[in-house]
């Protein structure tokens, strides 16, 4: 369970701060499966850039994957497309706080190091498509890359390249996990309670997709690649 965070300064009334705690298997709280020992989640390589200010403090629900050179875990989404991409085209759009976080991780140029997950049309076969990128503005969230060379829909998922885009688990009920140290420095923290299986709650997946194929293709990386069993609401 996460540990108690001091409060730094002064004695006297400070400013409020709000921890929210979210329910993301349908059974409540303890409630799934966990892998004992649990793992170790990379700080460096784990935001929440949809949960501002506090994007160290990654949500119950926050998608999770595991870096294939460190065996640590890290964020799968760094964005979600804003707008259908048709193959030639020199930009993709992400959410401002997305970008932000795209260059913190990989940079404002690069290549092979980051995916667009999705099909080429609604309910289409998903692929997972490098993307090469020049520049990123963090002000609009307009990403310049080089032609993708195929179609994607509205709604796709950009994903890192280094293995920890593949989601196979999610940061479980509760209240965030923070991956930063009383300076702000980024650092590796225990991930104690490690869901491989239990029954979830779809709507409370951070960044789940609109589209039928790509909720299919979550589930199966949840649920086959990871060796997981987990179950999700709306199937039934």
Request: hydrophobic share 40%; glycine share 14%.
């Amino acid at each position: 369970m996460p540990g108690i965070t001091p409060v730094w300064g002064l004695p006297g009334q400070q400013a409020v701060q709000v921890a929210v705690p979210r329910i993301i298997f349908a059974g409540g709280v303890f409630d799934w499966l966990s892998l004992p020992a649990g793992k170790i989640i990379d700080g460096v390589n784990a935001r929440d850039p949809d949960n501002s200010p506090d994007v160290d403090s990654l949500r119950p629900g926050l998608l999770m994957g595991k870096i294939t050179a460190t065996g640590l875990y890290a964020s799968s989404v760094i964005g979600v497309t804003q707008g259908a991409y048709t193959s030639g085209a020199t930009t993709l759009t992400i959410l401002p706080a997305q970008a932000v976080e795209l260059v913190r991780r990989f940079g404002s140029a690069g290549t092979a190091t980051v995916n667009v997950v999705g099909p080429p049309s609604a309910a289409g076969t998903v692929a997972t498509t490098a993307m090469t990128w020049s520049a990123v503005n963090t002000t609009t969230g307009v990403i310049t890359c080089t032609s993708l060379g195929v179609n994607k829909v509205a709604g796709c998922l950009i994903t890192a390249g280094d293995g920890s885009g593949v989601p196979l688990t999610l940061i479980p009920d509760g209240f965030p996990l923070h991956v930063t140290d009383s300076s702000g420095s980024s650092i590796s923290v225990p991930f104690p309670i490690f869901p491989i299986g239990g029954t979830v709650l779809t709507g409370q997946i951070i960044n789940y997709p609109a589209d039928s194929s790509l909720q299919t293709w979550l589930k199966g990386s949840l649920s086959t690649t990871s060796g997981g069993k987990f179950v999700f609401d709306d199937t039934y």
